[in-house]
């Protein structure tokens, strides 16, 4: 154990007084941990313990003076009232004249800050002293060398062990659904699951499943929690740190509570809270010495589930709306400014002007586009989800829009899909017919790459139908571009062929060079899939130099997959090759995850075909890899064919 191993180590030449802070965020466990470990450890303090609780963060807001803290360890050394000296330094001399010399523990529990526990700590390297506090005392650390033990929550197992200790594991094998909801929704708080566990106990005839269904519902939770005992309960608990926060940093404390994501960026904050970042930082490192916010990886910061429940309560109301739209716009215009670096030729849409106080990302190229997307995209659909609740509609099927483009280089096939159901939703609510027509395009696209053909093929006639309509020429042209890949799904290359040729008649008409050679290269995939190939090559490189000519990369890696395609089929392994290798390296260099996967199954197809059976056996192994992560078991099912049929099971 961390806290027997610093004390073991005191008997080391020049060893100091053993400081060990223990920190976490109330109800975490530190005051039950180091009693624990007080009582277990009695034999090595033959000359006593001393307690102190200086009640830093209990009801009130009035700590425990050092002065009073110090008269109650001089009574307990045996100094008569009378014989405690008037002046504090006084005090501190006799006390660490008392202990010095002697093998004590001296456990000081509650600490508001390290002022409070100087004048406590005794001189003598003979004694420990084990300090508990809701704050990080990083001074104490600093100056008098303290070890610090910052707690965290319980894991799965070690929260049902400790249902099981209290319940007995009869109860909870009877109930193992119940028993996981319970540890899901106490997500391992200690102090949570207790109060789970008390009450379970005291209604031993209930079944678990009562108990986890009081805690179900994510904003009653800390009902659930409540046990009446102001001096227990959840909310008791967390209030105590709420209460000793200054002001601005309850507010912000308040403000993070909103937040729906697992966690939240330093400008999303900013945006959040309307404040500069520079300001931000100081209340976020406030929030995180008191164990409120949790910084696992720079600049970004997660709260606990019960904590955050309870700081969503505390803020207040007027503020709300404001700051979840500034935070919802931050998060529109940061993927609409990462969509724009990763595809630069998609036809942009108007956003309407930014939110005061709104601080957008700063993205300087496509690498950081992407890495700002896969560090957010567990908080997109949240954020995502909260918008359309609020009936936030323009903005809704803009992030639908802004996120379409990443979620399929990542091969997020049915985010893609859940992104577009609300885009579309919105749209619905919207006077606008392109809009419309363009949400029905976009999620008939995204239902076809997950298989679901019949609601693919239904939104695209919609789609189209509406762009027909309107007269919209570009949107009829990319209709006919879906439609081709939503046949190409249902393995019918000559309808594909005529979607996409009609594609190209109209982008034809639209002078739009780089659709143009999309169209174009559509047109050349299937000419070869129907054995076209001299018609094929050719169209195929006509829209190659288009793209290298506007420098296009996703094009040009398309236009060669094309090429080694057509290669293949003409016999000639090594040019196939050869292209494949190409393609596959743009696409790697793009981070396009989902076009990777193809391009690797094109591959592996190649090498056997040469004889090549051992390449193409660990191609094909990453290419299934790529196919499980995408969920696109359609694709990952033919790979394990091709994998079995190399190497036939015995």
């Excluded at 005291?202 to 009902?223: C, I, Q, S, T």
């Excluded at 094909?620 to 190399?646: G, K, S, V």
Aim: hydrophobic content about 45%; some cysteine.
């Amino acid at each position: 154990m961390t806290l027997t191993a610093e004390l073991d180590a005191e008997d080391e030449p020049g060893a100091m007084v053993v400081i060990s802070a223990i920190g976490g965020t109330g109800g975490i466990g530190k005051t039950s941990l180091a009693l624990h470990w007080a009582h277990h450890n009695l034999d090595r303090f033959p000359d006593g313990q001393l307690y102190i609780d200086l009640r830093g963060f209990a009801p009130g807001g009035v700590p425990i003076s050092s002065a009073a803290a110090l008269r109650c360890f001089l009574d307990g050394l045996g100094v008569g009232s009378a014989a405690i000296p008037v002046q504090l330094d006084a005090q501190i001399g006799l006390y660490r004249s008392l202990v010095a010399g002697k093998r004590m523990l001296i456990l000081i529990d509650n600490a508001p800050d390290t002022e409070h526990l100087v004048p406590l700590l005794p001189g003598s390297p003979t004694c420990t002293v084990l300090v508990t506090s809701r704050r990080s005392l990083a001074g104490l650390t600093a100056m008098h060398g303290a070890r610090s033990l910052n707690l965290d929550v319980l894991t799965d197992t070690e929260a049902r062990e400790l249902l099981a200790r209290h319940l007995g594991e009869a109860r909870l094998a009877a109930e193992p659904a119940a028993v996981t909801g319970l540890v899901n929704f106490c997500a391992g708080l200690p102090l949570a699951l207790k109060l789970v566990t008390v009450r379970a106990a005291g209604h031993r005839n209930f079944p678990l499943g009562v108990f986890a269904d009081e805690l179900r519902d994510h904003a009653a939770r800390l009902d659930g929690l409540d046990t009446g005992d102001t001096n227990s309960s959840i909310r008791a608990v967390f209030s105590w740190s709420y209460d000793a926060l200054p002001a601005a940093a309850a507010s912000l404390y308040g403000l993070l509570g909103l937040a729906p994501g697992p966690d939240i960026s330093l400008p999303a904050v900013a945006s959040l809270a309307q404040s500069p970042a520079t300001e931000v930082t100081g209340l976020l490192r406030e929030l995180e010495s008191g164990y409120l916010v949790t910084q696992r990886v720079p600049n970004r910061y997660e709260m606990h589930d019960l904590v955050r429940l309870y700081a969503a309560e505390v803020c207040a109301p007027e503020v709300r709306a404001p700051a979840l739209r500034r935070l919802v716009d931050y998060y529109l215009r940061g993927a609409y400014a990462a969509d724009r670096l990763i595809y630069p030729h998609r036809q942009p849409i108007e956003l309407p002007r930014p939110r005061v106080g709104v601080c957008p990302p700063l993205l300087r190229d496509e690498a950081a586009a992407l890495r700002w997307f896969d560090a957010e995209r567990p908080c997109l659909p949240a954020i995502h989800r909260l918008a359309s609740a609020h009936g936030w509609h323009e903005v809704v099927w803009q992030l639908a829009w802004a996120l379409h483009t990443y979620y399929l280089r990542r091969g997020h096939l049915h985010e893609q899909v859940d992104a577009w159901k609300l885009g579309l939703r919105a749209a619905a609510q919207i006077n606008d017919s392109a809009v419309l027509a363009l949400a029905h395009r976009r999620l008939g696209q995204a239902r076809a790459r997950v298989g679901e053909h019949d609601e693919a093929m239904r939104h695209l006639q919609d789609a189209l139908r509406l762009a027909e309509k309107a007269g919209d020429v570009p949107g009829q042209a990319h209709t006919h571009l879906a439609l081709m890949r939503a046949w190409e799904q249902r393995q019918d290359d000559y309808q594909a062929l005529a979607h996409a040729s009609r594609a190209l008649r109209l982008y034809q008409r639209e002078g739009t060079p780089v659709w143009e050679a999309e169209a174009l290269n559509a047109v050349a995939w299937f000419e070869a899939r129907l054995g076209h190939h001299s018609e094929a090559g050719t169209h195929c490189r006509q829209a190659m130099l288009v793209f290298d000519e506007h420098h296009y990369v996703e094009g040009t890696a398309n236009s060669s997959d094309t090429l080694g395609y057509i290669a293949y089929r003409a016999g000639r392994y090594t040019e196939a090759q050869g292209f494949y290798q190409r393609a596959l390296t743009m696409y790697r260099d793009i981070g396009h995850i989902y076009f990777e996967a193809d391009a690797l199954s094109h591959l592996g197809q190649v090498m056997l075909a040469a004889g090549q059976r051992a390449e193409a056996e660990r191609t094909w192994r990453q290419c299934l890899a790529l196919y499980q992560t995408q969920h696109r078991i359609t694709e990952a099912d033919f790979i394990r064919e091709q994998l079995t049929a190399i190497r036939p099971t015995p």
